[in-house]
Nanobody, 122 residues
Framework: QVQLVESGGGLVQAGGSLRLSCTASGRTRNTYAMGWFRQAPGKEREFVAVINYSGGITYYADSVKGRFTISREKDKLTVYLQMNSLKPEDTAVYYC???????????????WGQGTQVTVSS
């Protein structure tokens, strides 16, 4: 099993920035891909960003390209999501995820964090 613990959510005004962190523990050999999905009230969980083990490959949702940056620590166990130029539509619970392959699909991931709330006020 892999445990994922997120931190860094909060309330910010539109145009502001936040950085989310996610640290993996347990059977971390299953964390080739780590990333973030988000879920707003009344909506389905949607892909945000993902990064591979070395940090050399990243994918982003079109809605966050140019504003969000995903990165991975040298120890490979912690990933960050730097969120800049935040918009009210970015408001959601953000979930860290991990799995054995890079994917933008929710079902491909085996491990999930508990989620952290991000609220962007207008």
């Amino acid at each position: 099993q892999v445990q994922l613990v997120e931190s860094g959510g909060g309330l910010v005004q539109a145009g502001g920035s936040l950085r989310l962190s996610c640290t993996a523990s347990g059977r971390t050999r299953n964390t080739y891909a780590m990333g973030w999905f988000r879920q707003a009230p009344g909506k389905e969980r949607e892909f945000v960003a993902v990064i591979n083990y070395s940090g050399g490959i990243t994918y982003y949702a079109d809605s966050v390209k140019g504003r969000f940056t995903i990165s991975r620590e040298k120890d490979k166990l912690t990933v960050y999501l730097q969120m800049n130029s935040l918009k009210p539509e970015d408001t959601a619970v953000y979930y860290c995820n991990a799995g054995s392959r890079l994917s933008k699909t929710y079902d491909e991931y085996d491990y999930w964090g508990q989620g952290t709330q991000v609220t962007v006020s207008s």
